[in-house]
């Protein structure tokens, strides 16, 4: 089976996780605390509502004017809770290291320029949210030097596209390294993690267990389609907090394009 060759179109960084230092702060009503900043369970929730709501009602539109009738199923996007922590905390994380490098961070990619391959309509915050962190990964990315491409580097990002579907499975370091190039986007990847981690090391970051494993957002062209995936950042094995774990929420499973071969 020959892979087909998958080519960076933006890997979005990465989000540190330290222990719940001051237990004063501790909240199961909390996904994060981020410094003196804090990110509700609340307002995930509200952010994840939103775009399913709003997903819904543009399927629903398309379908009835060529007459079909969708399934529950076909009516629910492929998004998550834990897709919302990750891009609220990395978009408070990259907003600290550009300001500590004093760049100017434009306002330059929309919610209209990634709603088709987010797969969802611009108005939702989760779109909204995705085009501002995408204006921070350009402007950090161009100015921290690319990490270094080890194999353990590779492999991170391989096994969380691979998790997606988007990639075959099985593959052994020397074939992803084949099919990731020169890895330019593993290496982005890579130092804005490194970046951020650093910042949050200064800033003390504190989440809810429940939204454990971190990932990093980020994307990859496959052709004429992007691959969205999460680059895990700290697993579940991380510090043990005094946040109390809610059961979890069912989710979604996203549908998934085909593995590159």
Not at 37 to 59: F, G, L, N, P
Not at 149 to 159: G, I, Q
Not at 171 to 196: E, I, K, N, P
């Amino acid at each position: 089976m020959r892979a087909r060759r998958l080519i960076a179109a933006a890997s979005v960084a990465a989000l540190g996780v330290l222990s719940l230092t001051a237990c004063g702060k501790a909240s199961p009503d909390v996904a994060a605390y981020i410094g003196d900043s804090r990110y509700s369970v609340a307002r995930v929730d509200a952010i994840y509502t939103d775009a399913q709501t709003r997903y819904a009602e543009a399927v629903r539109q398309s379908a009835a004017q060529s007459g079909q009738t969708l399934s529950p199923e076909q009516l629910r996007a492929g998004l998550t809770r834990q897709d919302v922590v990750n891009l609220l905390v990395s978009i408070d994380l990259g907003k600290r290291v550009a300001a500590e490098k004093n760049l100017q961070v434009p306002d330059q990619i929309t919610p209209d320029q990634l709603a088709q391959q987010l797969q969802m309509p611009p108005q939702a915050e989760f779109a909204k949210l995705w085009g501002e962190w995408a204006d921070l990964f350009v402007v950090l990315s161009q100015q921290l030097p690319p990490a270094d491409l080890s194999d353990e580097s590779v492999m991170a990002v391989y096994h969380a596209i691979e998790k997606t579907g988007g990639i075959d499975k099985g593959l052994s370091v020397a074939q992803v390294r084949q099919l990731f190039g020169d890895g330019g986007f593993v290496r982005t990847s890579s130092a804005l993690s490194a970046a951020l981690g650093e910042q949050a090391d200064k800033v003390d970051v504190e989440v809810n267990p429940r939204y454990r494993p971190l990932g990093v957002p980020a994307w990859v062209n496959k052709g004429q389609e992007l691959v969205f995936y999460a680059l895990p950042y700290i697993d579940a094995s991380g510090p043990v907090t005094d946040v109390s774990t809610p059961e979890p929420v069912a989710s979604p499973t996203p549908e998934q394009g085909p593995a590159a071969s």
